[in-house]
Nanobody
Framework: QVQLVESGGGLVHPGGSLRLSCLVS????????MGWYRQGPGKQRELVAV???????NYDDSVKGRFTISRDTAKNTVYLQMNSLKPEDTAVYYC???????????WGQGTQVTVSS
């Protein structure tokens, strides 16, 4: 079956950086639009960044200019480079893989990112 495994979360000081990775197995990585979502304490899950099968990216306004999403088809992996981190970026970050119309839609287990001094 399709599995998404995130890694790279942790504790970082404000202004610091982290890079999240999400390895996709069990399916053809190239067919999926890949996204990163996050869910902060007491909040709903929200879209952070998305990258299409052709490499087109889109970001939530709150992370534009600070976060970069990328994908490596040879490694079946999507990345989220997070710079200039703020305390409000603290959340569990989830990787998502979906096809058009969400006919196929898969989630990872999440990785905790904590931004604190």
């Amino acid at each position: 079956q399709v599995q998404l495994v995130e890694s790279g979360g942790g504790l970082v000081h404000p202004g610091g950086s982290l890079r999240l990775s999400c390895l996709v197995s069990g399916s053809d990585f190239s067919i999926y639009t890949m996204g990163w979502y996050r869910q902060g304490p007491g909040k709903q899950r929200e879209l952070v960044a998305v990258i299409s099968t052709s490499g087109i990216t889109n970001y939530d306004d709150s992370v534009k200019g600070r976060f970069t999403i990328s994908r490596d088809t040879a490694k079946n992996t999507v990345y989220l480079q997070m710079n200039s981190l703020k305390p409000e970026d603290t959340a569990v970050y989830y990787c998502n893989a979906r096809t058009t119309g969400f006919i196929l839609n898969y989630w990872g287990q999440g990785t905790q990112v904590t931004v604190s001094s």
